[in-house]
């Protein structure tokens, strides 16, 4: 299983950026895959997750209404298109993969519950 996060880089506040996450290596049906940020100091924390088993979608209220998860199944790629960013939304961003085993996401998993990780992609937003 791998993951591959891209697309970070350096925006100003009110811009936008969209990150992707290529994966290779597991059936996406018996998935879910999360959006993960980690800034300076501070813990690793989930900001979005897409489960495509139902299509269903979550967002940590912090990015709700600003932030867009989605997948191209034809590509493995999963996007988090970010609008509207803030100098807070800086952090190094990650995908995750979950295997759900048949279980319904109701809310972004924490990081500890995830299985697979890629490596991050740096998102600075700048005031």
């Known amino acids: 299983v791998q993951l591959q996060a891209s697309g970070g880089g350096l925006v100003q506040a009110g811009g936008s950026l969209r990150l992707s996450c290529t994966y290779s290596g597991f059936t996406f049906d018996d998935y879910a895959i999360g959006w993960f940020r980690q800034a300076p100091g501070k813990e690793r924390e989930g900001v979005s997750c897409i489960s495509n088993s139902d299509g269903s979608t979550h967002y940590v209220h912090s990015v709700k209404g600003r932030f867009t998860i989605s997948t191209d199944n034809a590509k493995n790629t999963v996007y988090l298109q970010m609008n509207t960013l803030k100098p807070e939304d800086t952090a190094v961003y990650y995908c995750?993969?979950?295997?759900?085993?048949?279980?319904?996401?109701?809310?972004?998993?924490?990081?500890?519950?995830?299985?697979?990780w890629g490596k991050g992609t740096q998102v600075t937003v700048s005031s």
């Open positions: 995750a993969a979950l295997k759900t085993n048949g279980h319904i996401i109701v809310v972004v998993p924490l990081p500890s519950g995830m299985d697979y």
